[in-house]
């Protein structure tokens, strides 16, 4: 039986847009343009706002037979991603998560050294990222550059901003 991959994306139109040009391809045997992103995929969820990550998280009351989820940072505060990341290992481990920085990463160093330390997610900082993990199986990217050895007091401030 071969894997089914229900994708949960939770991103705003303009992410969404992009994902969707980037997935689409014309199919030379059925002479049309396929989109793998579009909504009226039974595979693919697109959520245009923060709340209902529960849904994704909980496969048993919510939405079922999740196996990617795709968060777009600028969602969601530093804290709360933590906590979802964390959360999504702890009740549904075997989900792959990727977090897509479309905000400047100069600025989440200490979130993604977190993320990469803990190996909670990969980390997407384009479409082409995202394109790649999920080519590769939805595998965790190796972040151990993003990993931070000293936190400043300027670090911890910026992330509790954020």
């Known amino acids: 039986m071969k894997d089914i991959i229900k994708i949960i994306l939770y991103a705003d139109e303009d992410v969404?847009?992009?994902i969707y040009d980037q997935f689409s391809n014309f199919d030379e045997d059925l002479n049309r343009e396929v989109h793998y992103f579009d909504r009226a995929n039974s595979d693919v969820r697109h959520i245009m706002t923060n709340k209902y990550i529960n849904?994704?998280?909980?496969?048993t009351g919510g939405y079922r037979n999740v196996s990617?989820?795709?968060i777009q940072k600028s969602f969601y505060k530093n804290k709360d991603i933590i906590k979802i990341l964390r959360t999504f290992k702890l009740?549904?481990?075997?989900?792959?998560?990727?977090?897509f920085m479309n905000d400047d990463p100069s600025y989440y160093s200490m979130l993604m050294?977190?993320?990469?330390?803990?190996?909670?997610?990969?980390?997407?900082?384009?479409?082409?990222?995202?394109?790649?993990?999920?080519?590769?199986?939805?595998?965790?990217?190796?972040?151990?550059e993003l990993i931070i050895k000293k936190i400043t007091k300027?670090?911890?401030?910026?992330?509790l901003a954020y």
Request: no cysteine; glycine share 6%.
């Open 16 to 18: 969404y847009l992009k």
């Open 55 to 59: 849904f994704s998280i909980n496969n």
């Open 68 to 70: 990617h989820v795709i």
């Open 91 to 99: 009740i549904n481990p075997n989900v792959k998560l990727l977090l």
């Open 113 to 144: 050294s977190i993320i990469a330390n803990e190996g909670l997610a990969s980390i997407a900082f384009s479409i082409d990222d995202i394109e790649k993990w999920l080519v590769g199986g939805g595998e965790l990217f190796d972040h151990s």
């Open 154 to 159: 300027k670090k911890r401030k910026e992330f």
